[in-house]
């Protein structure tokens, strides 16, 4: 943390300054300025009030914070909204002596997904004082040494910037020696100790000075060391380099061990005092001799450590040669070493906020995902572009810089896909190229877009009168497209009225499977056929249905015997009647419909029907021959009239025919019927005629069987 400050200098330091020193919202970003070494819990600013929004809704939209540091430094009040402090900030630790420290922040609000970019510059207070590394420097000059000279001397670090950084050397007053502090771009670039006057070792062996270093911070703030000077004797001719500065640049993936330069130093002594020996400087810092190795012999600078641009982009090696002699001498140079920049990061990808569910309705534009893409390269390494695939109904969106937002492009529909796994790729523009990817997946969730659709477009179907109730007679579906409760589906008849009687007193459907039941027995005599409604609704908000129609057509059965008017015939005709003379005409019919209903008449054969004969179809009585003087005068005949279903049903009746003798008798052609009377027949009468109905019956039962399974 440096040299801590007293108290009542802090004390007046954050007095003097504002704790927020600039608040800007311009465009979704906002931007603020605060001093280094806040308290823990120090409010920065208001976001709520920042972003004009009620602090109450912060919770409730998942307000949180992106970071782009190690160590969270900000956290933020839930509930009034407010920024602050959660740890403190050490500039220098953060960002070195850089001129610029800028913490960036994302904050990031759901329902619906918003990205505020943030800024938070860092301001440098004067909290380190100059320190030397060295408490004091040995300097063995020969007193041969001519005026004017200059010794490089490490100079004293202060990782405050700036202004509060080191910007002025003074020595203690002597006549001898002054310091000569070379300024560039407002930094001292280089430091040297300057001999004023020739040296005298009989008058003086040892000098001490005190070489203070001060920064321009208020309160400035000093640090000192010692230089203990020796003089020296003889060996009047130190080495020399051939350039008293050495500039290379190599790539940060140069290979470890390879020899970047050979220094090349000249002395005009002779013997040991031209014998030199290169090595660094003690006031070259730690780091660098870690990064740099020199043959002591040759002055070969090797590679001795791994190079990272990223890191580190420049080095300054200060070397020197010193020559053998007995007082010995030294030549100095400084080695620049400039780092290029090789694309060896690929891009990182980092997704900040992610809706992991998107309803199909979501209209284009919504913001679907942020994600941030860094690349820890320079230059046209450092410029990365995204793509996701083009079949995709998505676009990218960068409204910050290395922001991203995915977002929806077209409509979706769930019935289509339910799911995406969208990769995202990201490439740098360096050679070769280098790119990394991610992917975002999500699910679409349904809404109730897609009505019920019955399989069949409409429903036909027959019944037989008579089937028993709660019978069923049929099985519709639908199908929905949709998924979960905007597919399940509920059957139901629409409220219409058959013959006035509504349509729910003939079937009923069952809610869940669709399946039609009788509710009573149907009869054609009444119905034949009707129409009714069924619908298929959802259980989607708001519901969704369709219709379709069902036509019931009602068979019908053999359930009707046929009836005779009257029960009882009566005819009378002349004795010189001709064969094919009709006397009279048994009437039936039958409330059955078609063959059911298509009745035929015969003589049961027990019946003397040698005189008479029945037409088939019409039930006329026919004489069948000429009337013989033997024949009776009273005639019974005995008819059965069948119907034609399956099984066929029968009824029997009896006609009383009178053979008249006397002409002046002469009856109409027409015959009459006489109603209500009654056959009277003795008990032998009715056994045989049951006997031979129920004989007829098994015989034309027999036939009938013999004809349909031949």
């Not at 909290?127 to 040995?138: G, L, R, S, T, W």
């Amino acid at each position: 943390m440096g040299l801590a400050l007293k108290p009542w200098i802090l004390h007046w330091w954050m007095w003097m300054h504002l704790l927020i020193c600039l608040i800007e919202v311009s465009n979704g970003q906002i931007s603020y300025a605060i001093m280094e070494e806040l308290e823990k819990g120090t409010i920065i600013g208001n976001l709520a009030q920042d972003l004009q929004m009620d602090p109450k809704l912060l919770f409730n939209r998942k307000f949180h914070i992106t970071y782009d540091t190690k160590l969270q430094y900000f956290d933020i009040n839930s509930i009034t909204g407010t920024l602050h402090i959660a740890n403190i900030i050490d500039r220098e630790e953060l960002c070195g002596s850089s001129m610029h420290c800028v913490i960036r922040l994302g904050i990031v609000m759901d329902m619906p997904l918003v990205l505020y970019h943030i800024e938070i510059n860092i301001l440098d207070i004067n909290d380190n004082a100059p320190c030397f590394k060295e408490n004091e420097i040995v300097l063995a000059i020969a007193e041969s040494t001519d005026p004017g000279s200059h010794f490089p001397l490490e100079g004293a670090f202060d990782p405050d910037a700036s202004s509060n950084s080191v910007c002025s050397y003074v020595v203690s007053p002597n006549d001898l020696f002054d310091i000569d502090a070379r300024v560039r771009d407002d930094k001292i670039k280089s430091l040297a100790l300057v001999l004023k006057n020739a040296l005298d070792r009989e008058q003086q062996v040892i000098h001490v000075l005190t070489l203070t270093a001060a920064d321009c911070g208020r309160p400035t703030l000093t640090g000192t060391t010692q230089i203990k000077i020796l003089v020296q004797d003889a060996n009047d001719n130190p080495p020399v380099f051939s350039d008293s500065l050495y500039r290379l640049s190599i790539p940060e993936d140069y290979p470890v061990g390879t020899v970047l330069i050979t220094l090349n130093a000249t002395d005009n002594d002779d013997g040991k005092n031209c014998d030199i020996e290169y090595s660094f400087s003690n006031i070259m810092p730690t780091s660098v001799q870690q990064m740099f190795d020199i043959d002591r012999k040759s002055g070969e600078i090797s590679l001795k450590g791994n190079l990272d641009y990223e890191e580190r982009t420049l080095y300054e090696m200060q070397v020197q040669a010193k020559d053998h002699g007995q007082l010995p001498l030294t030549g100095h140079c400084k080695v620049i070493v400039e780092i290029i920049d090789v694309n060896d990061n690929p891009p990182e990808i980092k997704v900040t906020s992610l809706s992991s569910i998107i309803k199909e309705d979501a209209r284009p534009g919504f913001v679907i995902a942020l994600f941030t893409v860094t690349d820890r390269d320079s230059g046209n390494n450092s410029k990365v572009s995204c793509q996701l695939p083009d079949h995709f109904p998505f676009t990218l969106e960068s409204k910050f810089s290395n922001f991203y937002s995915l977002v929806l492009k077209h409509s979706l529909d769930r019935e289509s896909r339910e799911s995406y796994d969208v990769l995202i790729s990201a490439t740098d523009s360096g050679f070769p190229s280098l790119s990394s990817t991610t992917c975002i997946t999500f699910t679409v969730l349904d809404i109730n877009d897609n009505p019920p659709v019955f399989i069949q477009p409409s429903y036909k179907i027959s019944v037989l009168e008579n089937t028993l109730p709660e019978t069923l007679i049929l099985q519709v579906s639908a199908v929905d497209k949709d998924s979960n409760e905007n597919a399940w589906l509920s059957y139901s008849l629409l409220p219409i009225s058959i013959e006035g009687i509504k349509s729910s007193n003939f079937i009923t459907i069952h809610s869940d499977s669709g399946a039609v039941f009788l509710v009573k027995s149907l009869d054609y005599e009444k119905i034949q056929m009707f129409c009714v409604v069924i619908e298929a609704k959802d259980h989607g908000s708001p519901s969704l249905s369709s219709t379709v129609t069902l036509t019931v057509f009602i068979q019908d059965q053999n359930d009707n015997s046929p009836q005779i008017l009257p029960s009882l015939f009566t005819g009378e005709v002349w004795r010189s009647a001709q064969a094919g003379h009709v006397v009279t005409k048994v009437k039936a019919f039958d409330l059955d419909s078609g063959y059911n209903g298509l009745l035929r008449y015969e003589i049961i054969s027990f019946t003397n029907t040698s005189l008479f004969r029945v037409e088939l179809y019409t039930g006329d009585i026919i004489v069948a021959r000429i009337i013989e003087e033997t024949d009776e005068d009273l005639q019974n005949i005995f008819i059965i009239i069948k119907d034609h279903g399956e099984p066929p049903k029968s009824a029997i009746t009896a006609v009383t025919i009178t053979l008249l003798q006397s002409k002046e008798d002469e009856l109409d052609e027409n015959v009459t019927l006489y109603r209500n009377k009654m056959v009277i027949v003795d008990f032998n009468g009715h056994l045989i005629i049951a006997i031979s109905f129920i004989s007829s019956i098994f015989l034309l039962a027999a036939v009938s069987y013999i004809g349909v399974k031949y």
